[in-house]
């Protein structure tokens, strides 16, 4: 496994401008997640995807930010108009087929935005 | 809904003494719960897990934690600290209604001092 790749790393980017985040996951895990962290704080779910459907979104994705996984594999996340408040690490995580609530979540490396 | 409490935003302790960083949960269902490690800058590394098997799991590195019901508590603790253990630790609990999503803690920094 090369496990959950994210695209790009970090991101600078000046306030009212449109970013877009790439997450890869292992391959042939069917469930894909997206996660949002701010400093001293912990990961916090913004939406997760079961093969190309986006099956929840937390009330903290608002309608500025979409997300997609067109083939039920790689997503990505868009943030339209960039506040910053959006400033944070945006962190992708898969899990295996057939995934019950016990089954591992693997994290990508994360995504730092900078909003400015 | 579920939760998860951390007691501690940071702990400190001395190389080779024992680690104990606390995690209390709430849930309405009989949970999995998870701790996770994250270094400066770098993703969630899974240290272990309790899926409703053996209460005292144990994971990589040296950590273990116990699930106790009674208490509402999976503790996470390793019987003599590295430096290479200094890092932010996670607790989570997932949420069998919700996907297999993880609720995480707020997190406890753990520093080690030589």
């Known amino acids: 496994d090369t496990g959950v790749s994210q695209d790009p790393r970090h991101k600078i980017t000046k306030r009212g401008q449109n970013v877009t985040f790439r997450c890869d996951p292992i391959?042939?895990?069917?469930?894909l997640y997206w996660y949002r962290q701010t400093l001293g704080q912990g990961p916090e779910f913004l939406t997760y995807f079961q093969n190309e459907a986006q099956l929840e979104k937390s009330r903290l994705l608002s309608d500025r930010f979409s997300a997609e996984r067109p083939k039920g594999s790689f997503s990505t996340l868009e943030i339209q108009r960039t506040e910053q408040g959006d400033s944070a690490m945006y962190l992708c995580a898969s899990s295996p087929l057939g995934a019950t609530s016990g089954n591992t979540i693997y994290f990508g490396e994360g995504s730092w935005l900078t909003v400015v | 809904a579920q939760s998860v409490t951390q007691l501690g935003s940071h702990v400190s302790v001395s190389e080779g003494a024992l680690v104990l960083l606390r995690c209390n949960y709430s849930?309405?269902?009989?949970?999995?719960l998870f701790w996770y490690v994250q270094y400066p800058n770098q993703g969630l590394q899974l240290l272990l897990k309790y899926t409703s098997a053996a209460t005292l799991v144990k994971g990589i590195n040296g950590f273990e934690a116990e699930f106790k019901k009674s208490e509402t508590s999976f503790h996470l603790t390793k019987p003599s600290a590295h430096m290479s253990d200094a890092a932010e630790y996670f607790c989570a609990v997932s949420d069998p209604n919700q996907g297999g999503k993880l609720i995480f803690g707020q997190g406890t920094e753990l520093s080690v001092k030589p």
């Open positions: 849930s309405s269902v009989p949970p999995y």
């Open positions: 391959s042939e895990h069917n469930r």
